[in-house]
């Protein structure tokens, strides 16, 4: 039996071009929907910085808490520190017995009160005692000063004994490393000083008060300031003994040595008396 072959038939050649048109409509239409898909919107500019912002900012530094404040004395507790404070100071030689109550009275006025006291002399006793002792019996005078202010605050101690110091001839020789020179009177004595700041100018004092036996002795402050309180003959040996009461001077050094240039320095200073180097 003959075998027949049956031709493909071929589409008209118009229906042939629609139909490829219409596929190739087809495909690009589906072309930009897939990339929807695929392709996520970005996000403004703005949300952005704000979400990197979110992500870097730090937290916030915790504020320390405030200092609690002291609890409040138990019966007896402020009279014994009172009482131990006293006759340290009384031991040095810088007061008499007979001005316990005086005292006892300085402390109440202490800041903070006498809590605060109590919680100071248990923690620091030489920085509460020395506190007290330079407000009560001294008198303070700023970093920066005027020598005639301070000369006022001199004679005002110096009258108890009636001596009288003078200050002539002040000039400056030099105003960046705060230099001064003047001269003190005292009687027939006479000095020509160059001074930098309190401590300079009472050193100078001092060497005229010798022949009085009378010496104005610098207190330990912890601060910018000085105190200083007037003495006679004072008694250095139970001076630099005394644990309560930091007096800064030579007589005094005997706590180690200045880092900086070697000095002799007390153990509670804040600052060297040679080169002024400040302690931590």
């Known amino acids: 039996m ?41 996000e403004p500019e703005v949300k952005k910085a704000e979400a990197k912002k979110a992500e870097t900012k730090k ?3 915790q504020k320390p808490e405030p200092k609690a404040p002291p609890r409040p004395p138990q019966p007896g507790e402020v009279e014994a520190a009172v009482n131990e404070a006293h006759a340290a100071i009384v031991e040095t ?21 006498e809590a605060a006291f109590l919680a100071d002399f248990r923690s620091t006793p030489h920085r509460a005692v020395t506190r007290v002792l330079a407000d009560w019996l001294g008198f303070h005078v700023p970093e920066v000063f005027e020598p005639d202010t301070l000369l006022a605050d001199v004679n005002l101690r110096l009258s108890s004994f ?7 001839d002040l000039t400056w020789l030099d105003k960046e490393l705060s230099l001064r020179k003047a001269k003190l009177v005292l009687g027939d004595q006479e000095k020509v000083v160059r001074f930098k700041d309190a401590r300079d100018l009472l050193k100078s004092v001092n060497e005229l008060l010798v022949p ?11 601060a910018d300031d000085y105190a200083f309180l007037i003495v006679r003959e004072p008694r250095w040996d139970k ?21 900086e240039c070697g000095a002799p320095v007390g153990k509670y200073w804040s600052d060297c008396l040679k080169c002024g180097a400040v302690f931590g």
């Open 162 to 168: 009636k001596l009288s110091m003078q200050l002539k």
């Open 239 to 259: 001076i630099a003994k005394n644990a309560f009461v930091i007096v800064k001077a030579d007589q005094t050094a005997n706590g180690g040595e200045c880092g």
């Open 2 to 42: 003959p075998l027949r072959f049956w031709k493909k038939e071929k589409p008209e050649k118009g229906k042939e071009e629609k139909t490829d048109e219409k596929n190739e409509k087809e495909e690009k239409k589906a072309t930009p929907a897939a990339r929807e898909e695929k392709v996520k919107p970005a």
């Open 93 to 113: 030689g810088l007061t008499v017995p007979q001005t316990r109550t005086v005292f006892a009275k300085r402390v109440a006025s202490y800041p903070g009160g």
């Open 59 to 61: 937290p916030e530094a």
């Open 212 to 222: 009085k036996k009378l010496a104005f002795l610098e207190l330990e402050t912890w």
